[in-house]
């Protein structure tokens, strides 16, 4: 498990062949492989490469969605 | 462009280009899902698909009204649709519903629908939420696509031993919800 600073998670934007990572209660999770995460946009309004913890809670879906994917290290 | 409903969206508080690439990528996820649930529908064949073929039938002839019913919408709000259907494929809200890998395995097709389903209802949940009390009409269309959309879910979900829908299967008509902005 790495550590990721906000810089460096930000730098795993999804775009440019860039990973794309999100970071949600401390937790860095790879979303590069989902449908819904497609140049590090997920339906419209939200960017990879950020920390969404404050955002999951608008979204119309819980945490569960997001456990799909690996997590990759923790945000600092 | 309607440029007063345009500009009535926007006083309201809602950033109208988001919405409306929001309106243009669940437009484009109906669309697909149009295409993949007539393979779906036609794969659904034996003992246990027929049972399933005629709601999948629905399902996908109120997921074209729903592209249908969407169009005028973005137009309204000064939006566009993508030039090529590769790119509605790929901008789509929702992921491809494929045929799985074992068409006669009618568990698997349905975990298909029933997903494709779940998504659609979050999507419009969503833009519900984001239009309540400020852009009436878009609220309004949204609403009545997700009443379908719910009602999908709970056919499909029914097959898959979740519990009972609580509703009957369409009579005759489509897009009970939809229909009226389809006139």
């Not at chain 2, 462009?1 to 919405?19: F, P, Y």
């Not at chain 2, 249908?68 to 929702?94: T, W």
């Not at chain 2, 009436?136 to 009443?147: G, K």
């Amino acid at each position: 498990m790495k550590d990721f600073s906000k810089k460096e998670l930000a730098m795993n934007n999804g775009k440019n062949g860039a990973p794309a990572f999100i970071a949600y209660k401390g937790k860095v999770f790879d979303v590069s492989k989902s449908f819904h995460w497609q140049k590090g946009n997920h339906q419209v309004l939200h960017d990879a490469g950020e920390d969404l913890t404050e955002r999951l809670s608008e979204a119309p879906h819980g945490v569960e969605l997001l456990e799909r994917f690996p997590v990759v290290g923790t945000l600092i | 462009m309607a440029k007063v409903t345009r500009e009535m969206v926007e006083k309201s508080g809602i950033d109208v280009d988001q919405l409306v690439e929001l309106l243009v990528k669940n437009a484009a996820a109906e669309l697909t899902t149009f295409y993949y649930y007539t393979i779906l529908r036609i794969n659904l064949i034996g003992l246990k698909g027929e049972g399933i073929k005629e709601i999948a039938e629905t399902a996908r002839i109120e997921d074209r009204n729903h592209f249908e019913a969407l169009v005028p919408r973005i137009y309204e709000l000064g939006g566009k649709l993508p030039q090529s259907m590769n790119e509605f494929h790929d901008i789509s809200a929702c992921p491809p519903a494929n045929l799985p890998d074992d068409p006669t395995d009618v568990e698997a097709m349905l975990e298909v629908l029933v997903g494709a389903e779940r998504c659609a209802v979050r999507g419009y949940t969503h833009i519900c939420n984001m239009t309540a009390g400020k852009d009436h009409r878009t609220y309004d269309l949204s609403q009545s696509i997700l009443n379908e959309e719910i009602e999908h879910e709970s056919w499909f979900s029914e097959f898959l031993g979740e519990g009972p829908s609580g509703h009957f299967l369409r009579r005759g008509e489509t897009s009970p919800f939809v229909s009226k902005f389809l006139r």
